[in-house]
């Protein structure tokens, strides 16, 4: 059975950090590819941060110098270090594994908020 289970969301100022991670489990953890999504209220889930079983990176421009994507293959597990953060920012984090097939996690709060 396949697990994505996020974590390290929570309430933050603006400005603060946050590092997310989402271990995973029931999949050949290092042929595939990691992403990070996010959906705020009334918002349609989009694009965060992805990296590929090779490493290579990619960002949403809203996010690109303030967000880290990374992976350890040894603990399965995948991060999303995130930096600076806005408001706007605020929503729920989904962790995603892509190859043929794709897998979700349930989801972790980040709320930015003074």
């Known amino acids: 059975q396949v697990q994505l289970v996020e974590s390290g969301g929570g309430l933050v100022q603006p400005g603060g950090s946050l590092r997310l991670s989402c271990a995973a489990s029931g999949i050949i953890f290092s042929i595939y590819n990691m992403g990070w999504y996010r959906q705020a209220p009334g918002k349609q889930r989009e694009l965060v941060a992805t990296?590929?079983?090779?490493?290579?990176?990619n960002y949403a421009g809203s996010v690109k110098g303030r967000f880290t994507i990374s992976r350890d293959n040894a603990k399965t597990t995948v991060y999303l270090q995130m930096n600076s953060l806005k408001p706007e920012d605020t929503a729920v984090y989904f962790c995603?594994?892509?190859?043929?097939?794709?897998?979700w996690g349930q989801g972790t709060q980040v709320t930015v908020s003074s």
């Open positions: 995603n594994a892509q190859r043929r097939d794709s897998y």
């Open positions: 990296i590929t079983s090779g490493g290579s990176t």
